[in-house]
């Protein structure tokens, strides 16, 4: 699943290609994906002219000219494809006044597409529960600490929900409790200010590590400009289990990276160096 660098990758590619374009050109191949579409979708993106973008947590705006977002969510499998021919699963098929074709393809269909005034993107029932941004300085060590005081749910599953911090998924928690020797089943509730302090940079660095790596590439995520991207080699123990980690000294100090299943969904740590 897209997690916030992936998204703001694929904001990133689309800008480039999109900012400061009319949509000469919109077909819409269904009337819903997770949920419907807004009747006169087509005709509100027409002729439009795509002003900027702006990303919230895994979210997507593409702003218009008539004070208009459009809201864009990847969901589980959703890409965008720039200049492709129409693939299957391919919902939407954007053309611009220079030619240019973006497809949004999401064979699973967990993904979305809505309409919501400008002004009141941070309004959007998506979006209006949505914790603080990672990479804002809002989002501190003091901040963290205080909204997991008292949680009795381990510290994986607690940066997973999207009212504490937005962006976040199994990828970049896993790599940032690793970068601040905190294990993933501890609960919340502890982590209090002094791992509250080591945690948030590491989150920090984990996602720009990543962003600046241009995205992951996992199963059928590709970048929009069709290159994939190669964060997934960086990664220090996800999809890991049973290499050396590279804070031990060595197979006689560290047993390997360990795996285990979390809420259904895979953990990786190492359990001599994360506590
Ligand atoms: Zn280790």
């Known amino acids: ?27 819409l191949a269904r009337p819903d994906l997770r949920w419907p579409i807004p009747e006169g979708f087509v005709q509100f993106l027409s002729g439009a002219r795509v002003e900027g973008f702006r990303r919230r947590g895994k979210y997507m705006f593409m702003r218009l000219d008539r004070a ?12 965008m494809t720039i200049d492709s ?12 006044d220079d030619g240019t074709l973006i497809g949004f393809v999401d064979p699973r269909r967990f993904g979305a597409l809505d309409l919501v005034a400008t002004e ?32 009795k749910t381990p510290i994986k599953a607690a940066l997973l929900d999207q009212s504490i911090v937005a962006g976040l998924g ?24 002094g791992r509250a302090g080591r945690l948030v940079p590491a989150i920090k660095t984990t996602l720009t590590d990543a962003i600046a790596a241009g995205g992951s590439s996992l199963r059928d995520y590709v970048q929009p400009s069709g290159e994939l991207g190669y964060f997934q080699h960086a990664w220090k123990v996800y999809d ?20 285990t299943v979390q809420s259904g969904r895979a953990t990786y740590f190492c359990a001599r160096t994360q506590t």
Do not use: W
């Not at 208009?68 to 890409?79: A, E, N, Q, T």
């Open 1 to 27: 699943m897209p997690e916030l660098p992936e998204v703001e990758t694929v904001m990133r590619g689309l800008a480039a290609k999109l900012e400061g374009r009319r949509l000469a050109r919109v077909v």
């Open 68 to 79: 208009l977002s459009v809201l864009i969510h990847l969901g589980m499998s959703g890409r």
């Open 85 to 96: 021919a129409p693939q299957p699963h391919q919902h939407l098929t954007l053309q611009t």
């Open 120 to 151: 009141a993107e941070d309004t959007h029932r998506l979006i209006a529960g949505l914790g603080p941004e990672p990479l804002d300085d809002a989002f501190s060590p003091a901040t963290l600490a205080a909204s997991l005081a008292g949680k």
């Open 170 to 193: 199994n990828i970049y928690v896993s790599e940032a409790l690793f970068r601040a020797g905190i294990l993933p089943h501890r609960l919340a509730g502890t982590i209090g200010r």
């Open 240 to 259: 890991r289990a049973g290499q050396p980690c590279e804070r031990c000294p060595g197979p006689a100090a560290c047993a390997g990276i360990s795996r």
